[in-house]
Nanobody, 113 residues
Framework: QVQLVESGGGLVQAGGSLRLFCAAS???????MGWFRQAPGKQRDLVAT???????YYADSVKGRFTISRDNAKNTLYLEMNSLKPEDTAMYYC????????WGQGTQVTVSS
């Protein structure tokens, strides 16, 4: 069992930036990690993933604006979000893959126009 705790969300104006953090309770070294988001009334969508060796994937809607990274020594996943848009407003969830999928509780990001 692993616990994932997100932080860093908040309210920001359009065009602004936020950095999300996901702290894991145990080593993430061998696991793919990622960020998903869910807006009210919508399904949970993939935002970005990063493999255990650092290969990244981004949804088209965030490509060029968001950067996912990881620090295995700190068991932490990051999401740098720039040029935020109102449509980025959602609850953002940290995900860890592997033999089992784990999810955090989420951190709210609200972008005002």
């Amino acid at each position: 069992q692993v616990q994932l705790v997100e932080s860093g969300g908040g309210l920001v104006q359009a065009g602004g930036s936020l950095r999300l953090f996901c702290a894991a309770s145990r080593s993430i070294y061998n696991n793919p990690m990622g960020w998903f988001r869910q807006a009210p009334g919508k399904q949970r969508d993939l935002v970005a993933t990063i493999s255990s060796i650092g290969n990244t994937y981004y949804a088209d809607s965030v490509k060029g604006r968001f950067t996912i990274s990881r620090d295995n020594a700190k068991n932490t996943l990051y999401l740098e979000m720039n040029s935020l848009k109102p449509e980025d407003t959602a609850m953002y969830y940290c995900w860890q893959g592997g033999s089992q999928n784990y999810w955090g509780q989420g951190t709210q990001v609200t972008v005002s126009s």
